[in-house]
């Protein structure tokens, strides 16, 4: 069981801190893990299986207008 902390999720995921909390905020990404007083991790195999739930990069849909 690996963990992550904050600053390599933040890599992994290309997700500013505000972002990737709000996520987790409304359920769409993995809650971290209590390791400390005030340390938290998240398990990597948990960030793997939400990244692989992505859409592939450049699959935006053309609008209309543009």
């Given at each position: 069981m690996k963990l992550e902390?904050?600053?390599q999720v933040i890599a992994r995921t290309s997700?500013?801190?505000?972002h990737l909390?709000?996520?987790i905020s409304r359920d769409l990404f993995p809650r971290p893990k209590r390791?400390?007083?005030?340390?938290v991790a998240w398990l990597s195999q948990?960030?793997?299986e939400w990244i692989e739930t992505r859409p592939p990069g450049g699959s935006?849909?053309?609008?209309?207008n543009g």
């Open positions: 902390r904050l600053p997700l500013s801190r505000a909390y709000n996520l390791v400390g007083k005030r340390a948990e960030i793997d935006w849909r053309s609008t209309p």
